[in-house]
T-cell receptor, first 115, second 114 residues
């Protein structure tokens, strides 16, 4: 089974600054998806950004971007111009790209944006 | 909008009870998942289903079973609840269409077993 590792249990950043959350994964698959999900105090999981493994270009969604290093099996999330509303748990996730595409998550990083 | 609905937001059950957690999605998704979320451990996959009546064990299936009789509904069953099953349970659904996929989550059920 695939494993996802987030090595930073907690991080903090000043409002308007930039922060990078780390994620590594282990798989023998060649075709897969990677995701970052956000879980605010409301508990609702929200998709932040996704990346297809076959795409070399790093995904970007407004203030959120990733650094996808396929050979190194690394998938970090960069949040620019951090806002108070970015305070949440962030989970990195891996999904196989086949008919039985189960999804595995990391342990999460708790991000606090300070005013 | 895709909607994944879990039957309860909070639940308190007694040790030894049989517990049913229900999840319904309204977007005709093939894949459905049950996760358990605990502090420091993230989301751990209990079971997933890729079609009606089909199921696969995840990382922590012991003490749980699942049922998927209809495409839109995926039930998690605790055969005999124990205190170590006190946790947050999250249901999700997804579909892979045209190379695009995304998982959508319910609001979670916080289960306390006393």
């Amino acid at each position: 089974a695939q494993t996802v590792t987030q090595s930073q249990p907690e991080m903090s950043v000043q409002e308007a600054e930039t922060v990078t959350l780390s994620c590594t994964y282990d798989t023998s698959e060649s075709n897969y998806y990677l995701f970052w999900y956000k879980q605010p105090p409301s508990r609702q999981m929200i998709l932040v950004i996704r990346q297809e493994a076959y795409k070399q270009q790093n995904a970007t969604e407004n203030r959120f971007s990733v650094n996808f290093q396929k050979a190194a099996k690394s998938f970090s999330l960069k949040i620019s111009d951090s806002q108070l509303g970015d305070t949440a748990m962030y989970f990195c996730a891996f999904m196989k790209h086949d008919n039985n595409n189960d999804m595995r998550f990391g342990a999460g990083t708790r991000l606090t944006v300070k005013p | 909008d895709v909607k994944v609905t879990q039957s309860s937001r909070y639940l308190v059950k007694r040790t030894g009870e049989k517990v049913f957690l229900e999840c319904v999605q309204d977007m005709d998704h093939e894949n459905m998942f049950w996760y358990r979320q605990d502090p420091g451990l993230g989301l751990r996959l209990i079971y997933f289903s890729y079609d009606v009546k089909m199921k696969e064990k995840g990382d922590i299936p012991e003490g749980y079973s699942v049922s998927r009789e209809k495409k839109e509904r995926f039930s998690l069953i605790l055969e005999s609840a124990s205190t170590n099953q006190t946790s947050m349970y999250l249901c999700a659904s997804s579909v892979d269409r045209g190379g695009y996929t995304e998982a959508f989550f319910g609001q979670g059920t916080r289960l306390t077993v006393v």
